[in-house]
């Protein structure tokens, strides 16, 4: 099983960006995908989830401004942000729990860069 992440990249304070990620491999079902973030010398945190059934979590910095959406279809999911902020610089996480030829588990992309400047 594969994650790949993209959409990252460099914008203004005010600006908006949409990332993407796409599962693939041997996946039987998907429970949720989400985004984290993740910034030097801080933990990961949780940016948005959405369940396969569509019901979403956000984290109280980015409500009202970022929207997770899916394509169960394609096995992709969306983080729109809009009105972004310095405080939004880090490194995205594209994460899926999923059943593949195994047990429930976490899965991770790479990794893309999203940097606001002021």
């Known amino acids: 099983v594969q994650l790949q992440a993209s959409g990252g990249g460099l914008v203004q304070a005010g600006g908006s960006l949409r990332l993407s990620c796409t599962a693939s491999?041997?996946?039987?079902?998907?429970?949720?995908m989400g985004w984290y973030r993740q910034v030097p010398g801080k933990q990961r945190e949780l940016v948005a989830a959405i369940t396969s059934g569509g019901s979403t979590n956000y984290a109280d910095s980015v409500k009202g401004r970022f929207a997770i959406s899916e394509d169960n279809a394609k096995n992709t999911v969306y983080l729109q942000m809009n009105s972004l902020k310095p405080g939004d610089t880090a490194v995205y996480y594209c994460?899926?729990?999923?059943?593949?030829?195994?047990?429930?588990?976490?899965?991770w992309g790479q990794g893309t860069q999203v940097t606001v400047s002021s």
């Open positions: 491999g041997s996946i039987f079902s998907i429970n949720a």
């Open positions: 994460n899926a729990r999923l059943r593949s030829w195994g047990p429930l588990q976490n899965y």
